[in-house]
């Protein structure tokens, strides 16, 4: 299958970021075998063909296997994507669970079915990262991912949480990584756009995209044309945390406890002068 060129100065932006992610958090080590996650969509074409742009350049060695799961979702053109994948010189895992039957048993009618199915696509992928002697998982997500992960965790779950560039699954098996971590949604579409990847429809299992998601995005959206450079700030704000301004307990050194003092950040950053000198809420 022919390859289309893809837009050389986005591809070289993007290579600094995937390299600067992998160098910043330790993603990648010598003699890694990476499980890449491959949906079909932008994101994961966009990764794989970075990591093996990378791979041909890096002074260290490492590998991976382009793998998909599908689904079982009606219409999921597996064979395309084989063949797409084969093409691209690196090894190949296709796997084949029918979760969609599985989703569309446990949700309920009118129920979200996104959560229920990506538990089960994490749990078979690290199954199989495991059984294939992979040491890592590379998955898609991007910044913007990480920075509406951010916010949907703080307006539901009441926590201040992301998706980390790295994390360590609980059992200890496996390592999920994130080397987009630093590259934009836009900058990944328009670079799938010029590279012509093979892109399969995200709406095949006729379930309509996360709704707290979509609304939190187009929060976001809204507020960026308002005050250009929102979401920069936010994601921003995941790499500059001042827990003494906080108030989570676990973070203040006990009486007596030796430690880093919460209040080294001092009080100038309370200060919201600057803050109230560019926006307009
Ligand atoms: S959009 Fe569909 S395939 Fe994707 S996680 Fe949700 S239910 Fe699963």
Same mark, same amino acid.
């Given at each position: *299958?022919? $390859?289309?060129?893809?837009?050389?100065?986005? *591809?070289?932006?993007?290579?600094?970021?995937?390299?600067?992610?992998?160098?910043?958090?330790?993603? #990648?080590?010598?003699?890694?075998?990476?499980?890449?996650?491959?949906?079909?969509?932008?994101?994961?074409?966009?990764?794989?063909?970075?990591?093996?742009?990378?791979?041909?350049?890096?002074?260290?060695?490492?590998?991976? #296997?382009?793998?998909?799961?599908?689904?079982?979702?009606?219409?999921?053109?597996?064979?395309?994507?084989?063949?797409?994948?084969?093409? $691209?010189?690196?090894?190949?895992? *296709?796997?084949?669970?029918?979760?969609?039957?599985?989703?569309?048993?446990?949700?309920?009618?009118?129920?979200?079915?996104?959560? #229920?199915?990506?538990?089960?696509?994490?749990?078979?992928?690290?199954?199989?990262?495991?059984? *294939?002697?992979?040491?890592?998982?590379?998955?898609?997500?991007?910044?913007?991912?990480?920075?509406?992960?951010?916010?949907?965790?703080?307006?539901?779950?009441?926590?201040?949480?992301?998706?980390?560039?790295?994390?360590?699954?609980?059992?200890?098996?496996?390592?999920?990584?994130?080397?987009?971590?630093?590259?934009?949604?836009?900058?990944?579409?328009?670079?799938?756009?010029?590279?012509?990847?093979?892109?399969?429809?995200?709406?095949?299992?006729?379930?309509?995209?996360?709704?707290?998601?979509?609304? @939190?995005?187009?929060?976001?959206?809204?507020?960026?044309?308002?005050?250009?450079?929102?979401?920069?700030?936010?994601?921003?704000?995941?790499?500059? @945390?001042?827990?003494?301004?906080?108030?989570?307990?676990?973070?203040?050194?006990?009486?007596?406890?030796?430690?880093?003092?919460?209040?080294?950040?001092?009080?100038?950053?309370?200060?919201?002068?600057?803050?109230?000198?560019?926006?307009?809420?």
């Amino acid at each position: *299958m022919a $390859q289309a060129q893809p837009d050389r100065k986005l *591809m070289k932006r993007l290579l600094h970021q995937v390299g600067r992610a992998i160098q910043e958090f330790g993603l #990648v080590q010598d003699g890694d075998r990476i499980l890449v996650g491959i949906s079909g969509g932008k994101d994961s074409f966009t990764l794989l063909y970075l990591l093996q742009r990378l791979r041909e350049r890096a002074p260290i060695r490492f590998d991976l #296997v382009a793998c998909n799961l599908d689904q079982g979702h009606p219409g999921f053109p597996g064979r395309q994507l084989e063949e797409y994948l084969r093409s $691209q010189a690196c090894e190949v895992r *296709m796997l084949r669970e029918d979760t969609y039957s599985v989703v569309k048993r446990l949700t309920p009618e009118g129920g979200t079915t996104c959560a #229920v199915c990506s538990r089960l696509r994490r749990g078979i992928l690290y199954s199989a990262a495991a059984e *294939m002697g992979c040491t890592k998982i590379a998955l898609g997500h991007h910044r913007d991912d990480l920075i509406e992960s951010l916010l949907l965790s703080m307006l539901f779950s009441g926590k201040m949480r992301s998706m980390p560039p790295k994390l360590r699954s609980d059992d200890g098996r496996n390592t999920v990584i994130r080397p987009l971590c630093f590259a934009s949604e836009a900058d990944v579409a328009e670079f799938a756009r010029s590279a012509a990847f093979p892109i399969i429809p995200c709406d095949l299992c006729g379930s309509q995209e996360n709704l707290q998601r979509r609304r @939190v995005k187009r929060f976001l959206s809204d507020l960026e044309q308002e005050h250009s450079g929102v979401r920069a700030s936010l994601f921003a704000s995941m790499g500059n @945390v001042l827990p003494g301004h906080l108030l989570d307990a676990r973070l203040y050194p006990r009486e007596g406890q030796t430690g880093a003092d919460p209040w080294i950040d001092g009080d100038d950053c309370a200060d919201p002068a600057p803050l109230l000198a560019t926006a307009r809420f």
